[in-house]
């Protein structure tokens, strides 16, 4: 089976850096991405990671650790634009290679 | 290029009826998704299809859901009969095989409530 933690809520202010932690538990591994979903709206793509270290996409950074079944996802000069939930998702498991979403992380950003 | 489209945005329906939601995804993408995702929940795959084949459903609760995805593209996904525990949002996505980062298309989905 598969299963994937990360923090319910976190809450940063406006400029701040946060990071949102995911750990994972799978049969199979192939990536690990994320997605951002404000409410009412649809899950969008941030980021993939397939091999153990950084990937920056502008003020966002996501970095993975295999070896720690780890990952993180690092949002830089917060904007109030930035309050929204964020999931993990496991890519592997099954000869589709099919998404295991997390719970998924709301993230305010307070002025 | 246009996004992914779903409708109904919104339905509400009694338990024991029938709904269908319809997808059109990307054009081009082969690879197309139906996730059910439930209030404070992630969304869960529900079935993968690629062009108009089934890749997997395993977690389609098929004695009441079934999708199908003629001439592989457009997809509908039917729920009969529906229970309380299926309201939910139905979200409809799309991916194509070319793009290395697995990045899936999402639609605004539809919520269902059941009453």
Known sequence: ?111 | EAGVAQSPRYKIIEKRQSVAFWCNPISGHATLYWYQQILGQGPKLLIQFQNNGVVDDSQLPKDRFSAERLKGVDSTLKIQPAKLEDSAVYLCASSSPERTTYEQYFGPGTRLTVT
């Open chain 1, 1 to 111: 089976g598969q299963s994937l933690e990360q923090p319910s809520e976190v809450t940063a202010v406006e400029g701040a850096i946060v990071q949102i932690n995911c750990t994972y538990q799978t049969s199979g591994f192939y990536g690990l991405s994320w997605y951002q979903q404000h409410d009412g709206g649809a899950p969008t793509f941030l980021s993939y990671n397939a091999l153990d270290g950084l990937e920056e996409t502008g003020r966002f950074s996501s970095f993975l650790s295999r070896s720690d079944s780890y990952g993180y996802l690092l949002l830089q000069e917060l904007q109030m634009k930035d309050s929204a939930s964020y999931f993990c998702a496991v890519r592997g498991v099954g000869s589709a290679r099919q998404l295991t979403f997390g719970s998924g992380t709301q993230l305010t950003v307070l002025p």
